[in-house]
T-cell receptor, first 112, second 115 residues
Framework: AQSVTQLDSQVPVFEEAPVELRCNYS??????LFWYVQYPNQGLQLLLK??????LVKGINGFEAEFNKSQTSFHLRKPSVHISDTAEYFC??????????FGKGTHLIIQP | DTGVSQNPRHKITKRGQNVTFRCDPI?????LYWYRQTLGQGPEFLTY????????KSRLLSDRFSAERPKGSFSTLEIQRTEQGDSAMYLC?????????????FGPGTRLTVL
């Protein structure tokens, strides 16, 4: 069985400040890890993914995430956020062909 | 660039009615997934197809829910005798078997409101 915990339901950040969105997972099998972003009234868009190899993964829009196997974490970071980053962010885990298991999401609120 | 499309985008129905949603995946993708997303929650996996074969359906929420992909291209999700608790966003995603890590591409969703 797999599960994902996103500890923060909301994260308010000032524009141009750094941000970290936390994600912890549990899985009994090898995992693939994903971060998706959902803008209002839109579907999910892939930000980045970890499959294997380097534990630091770079994605679109300046986001990056670090896979930490010992802490079973996959936190998302951005050094400087923009107002357009306001959205819902979902961490997900997958083990292959089956459906993904998502966390409950973190609402990133950018304050001017 | 043709992504995953879903129709309708919005559906309002009365309790007890049947509804059907359609998903058209990216053309070269042979895997198709259905998810449900309720307010304040992440997407919840329901079922998936590889070509026309439905390989996982134990996660469908009840026997009122069914899905088909008759020719291995588009798919439909039907909910019979809708209940107010079925109100949610229904998301479709597709992927290709050769794509490592099961990366899935999502459509915009169909928002269902049951009155």
């Amino acid at each position: 069985a797999q599960s994902v915990t996103q500890l923060d339901s909301q994260v308010p950040v000032f524009e141009e400040a750094p941000v970290e969105l936390r994600c912890n997972y549990s899985s009994s099998v090898s995992v693939y890890l994903f971060w998706y972003v959902q803008y209002p009234n839109q579907g999910l868009q892939l930000l980045l993914k970890y499959l294997s190899g380097s534990t630091l993964v770079k994605g679109i829009n300046g986001f990056e995430a670090e896979f930490n196997k010992s802490q079973t974490s996959f936190h998302l970071r951005k050094p400087s956020v923009h107002i357009s980053d306001t959205a819902e962010y979902f961490c997900a885990v997958g083990g292959g062909a089956d459906g993904l298991t998502f966390g409950k999401g973190t609402h990133l609120i950018i304050q001017p | 660039d043709t992504g995953v499309s879903q129709n309708p985008r919005h559906k309002i129905t009365k309790r007890g009615q049947n509804v059907t949603f359609r998903c058209d995946p990216i053309s070269e993708h042979n895997r198709l997934y259905w998810y449900r997303q309720t307010l304040g929650q992440g997407p919840e996996f329901l079922t998936y197809f590889q070509n026309e074969a439905q390989l996982e359906k134990s996660r469908l929420l009840s026997d009122r829910f069914s899905a088909e992909r008759p020719k291995g291209s588009f798919s439909t999700l039907e909910i019979q005798r809708t209940e107010q608790g079925d109100s949610a966003m229904y998301l479709c995603a597709s992927s290709t078997q050769g794509l490592a890590g099961g990366e899935q591409f999502f459509g915009p969703g169909t928002r269902l409101t049951v009155l």
